[in-house]
């Protein structure tokens, strides 16, 4: 195991945050995302702004893989 401090710098990180957890929560987001939407949409009659909740798919990547995108381009 290293020395450093895996969360210091997300750029230099080489595996998400979070491991296979946060991998999984990044798969399932737009999923999410899309119920979300279509239950705003329907339910509430809210289509002008449920669009919202898809940014929750890019604001979860940037989260679990950091601002460098997936560690070794994969």
Known sequence: M???????????????LGGRTGVAIVSIV????????????FLADGWAWAWV???AVPIAAIVVYGLGGRPNGR
Do not use: C, M, Q
């Open 53 to 55: 909740f898809f940014l």
């Open 30 to 41: 737009p999923l999410v995302a899309l119920v979300v939407f279509l239950l705003i949409g």
């Open 2 to 16: 290293s020395t450093e401090d895996p969360y210091a710098n997300p750029l230099t990180r080489k595996t998400p």
